[in-house]
């Protein structure tokens, strides 16, 4: 079992940044495959990015790309999501999830691909 703790959420202008992470404990992380999801209200939870074991492959949906970008630091068993010039359609809760394995491809973008969710945290972007 792995567990996951996600942190860093809050309330930020338009503009301005934040940085999530996600702590995992139970596993080595670094044979996980981690991704950053988001669901805001009313719709469905949606793929933001995902990064695989080592830290070398990365996707993000085409939106986010340039603004956002997914790091992990293996030795504090810990992934980010740092955020740059947010906007109001980012609000959402994040969440932070994983899946053993080192093979990666774009299945990595489905929310059905992890088997291990953390609870989220909450990402307001004010106008």
């Known amino acids: 079992q792995v567990q996951l703790v996600e942190s860093g959420g809050g309330l930020v202008q338009a503009g301005g940044s934040l940085r999530l992470s996600c702590a995992t404990s139970g596993r080595t992380m670094s044979n996980y495959a981690m991704g950053w999801f988001r669901q805001a209200p009313g719709k469905e939870r949606e793929f933001v990015a995902a990064i695989n074991y080592n830290g070398g492959i990365t996707y993000y949906t085409d939106s986010m790309k340039g603004r956002f970008s997914i790091s992990r630091d293996n030795a504090k068993n810990t992934v980010y999501l740092q955020m740059n010039n947010l906007e109001p359609a980012d609000t959402a809760v994040y969440y932070c999830?994983?899946?053993?394995?080192?093979?990666?491809?774009?299945?990595?973008?489905?929310?059905?691909?992890?088997?291990?969710w953390g609870q989220g945290t909450q990402v307001t972007v004010s106008s």
């Open positions: 999830a994983a899946v053993l394995g080192w093979a990666f491809d774009y299945r990595h973008k489905t929310a059905g691909r992890y088997n291990y």
